[in-house]
């Protein structure tokens, strides 16, 4: 009586194809491929409203938070090029006008994108006032509360 042991090949390579064949199924190259899409009811909307859409009908949350995109920016998984072109793709011509100071429409939206301008703590308003991006108060003693706080930091 053999056994599988005595059956398969003595080399090593041929004895692992030999394993792998009795486990893996036996089908060839697909020459089709079939896919159900289960955002259906929504594909007549374009691609970001159809998947806003469902997100809305279905509870889901399509899309990172600008919090965890931040988060895998920091980490090295978004690269800084890739959030450049995206900005460009999206603002076209219009990225180089000028909206703040010496800052263009495109490089705005960058530090908007991936800065921690949050001007409600000491550190975001520092930051802003920095950058020389931060709105001037027509309240000017609350204005020059501000300043005096994120002097503080």
Known sequence: MSTLHDALPVDPVARALARAAGVLP????????VHHNTLHAFQHLPFHEGVQAGA????????????????AFRAGRVDDADIRAGIVRTL???????VLRSYARAELWHLLTVTEADA???AGLTYLL???IARECEDLPLWSACLA?????
């Not at 706080?149 to 930091?153: E, L, S």
């Open 149 to 153: 706080r994120a002097a503080r930091g």
């Open 92 to 98: 076209g011509f219009r990225g180089a006008e000028p």
């Open 130 to 132: 920095q950058a020389g």
């Open 120 to 122: 409600d703590d000491a």
């Open 56 to 71: 809305d009908a279905l509870g889901a949350e399509p899309y990172l938070s600008l919090a965890r995109f931040r988060e």
């Open 26 to 33: 036996d089908q060839g190259p697909i020459g089709v491929f």
